[in-house]
């Protein structure tokens, strides 16, 4: 929660349904359908991914969160905790992934990072956040 409330590109209210989120994913880890995979060194978590199946679809997953602390970015971090995400999501039988992501300045350095892991945007919903801030669809074909 640290991690979350550090990162300058979460809105307070986004930081609240991230923790709901990990909440629910600890109280039933097996069942809820949101997976959570954090990196950490010398105890201290500098990283972390949520994934999940997309309901009532074959094979389409979800990445709903990521992030890495401000000091460890630019370090392989984020580049691992996707890929390792991706291995889980192949071992699933999992063929497509979908991130939403905003149009925002902000967000320019990780449209950057899913585009150089190959995702490609394939949609984009004008004002969907807020008056000039566009919902980002981006997805990956992975089987
Ligand atoms: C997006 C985010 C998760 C990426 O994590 P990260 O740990 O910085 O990612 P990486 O270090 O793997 O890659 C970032 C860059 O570092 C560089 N890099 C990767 N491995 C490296 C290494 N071992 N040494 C030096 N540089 C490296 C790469 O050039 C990479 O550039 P790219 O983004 O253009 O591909 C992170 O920047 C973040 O938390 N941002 C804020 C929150 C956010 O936007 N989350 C996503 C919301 S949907």
């Known amino acids: 929660m640290a991690l979350l409330r550090a990162t300058p590109e979460f809105k307070p209210a986004e930081v609240v349904v991230a923790e709901e989120v990990m909440d629910s994913y600890l109280a039933d880890p097996a069942g809820f359908g949101y997976n959570t995979l954090v990196s950490e060194a010398d105890s201290v978590i500098n990283g972390y991914i949520c994934y999940g199946p997309a309901p009532l679809t074959e094979g389409t997953w979800d990445i709903y969160w990521m992030a890495v602390s401000a000091e460890k970015q630019g370090k392989g971090v984020g580049g691992a905790l996707l890929a390792h995400a991706e291995d889980k999501i192949k071992e699933a039988k999992g063929r497509l992934i979908v991130i939403e992501t905003s149009s925002q300045p ?37 089987g």
């Open 106 to 142: 902000g967000y320019e350095k990780t449209r950057r990072f899913y585009a150089n892991h190959g995702y490609e945007a394939i949609a984009r919903l004008p004002d969907f956040y807020a008056p000039g801030d566009d919902k980002i669809i981006l997805q990956k074909r992975i």
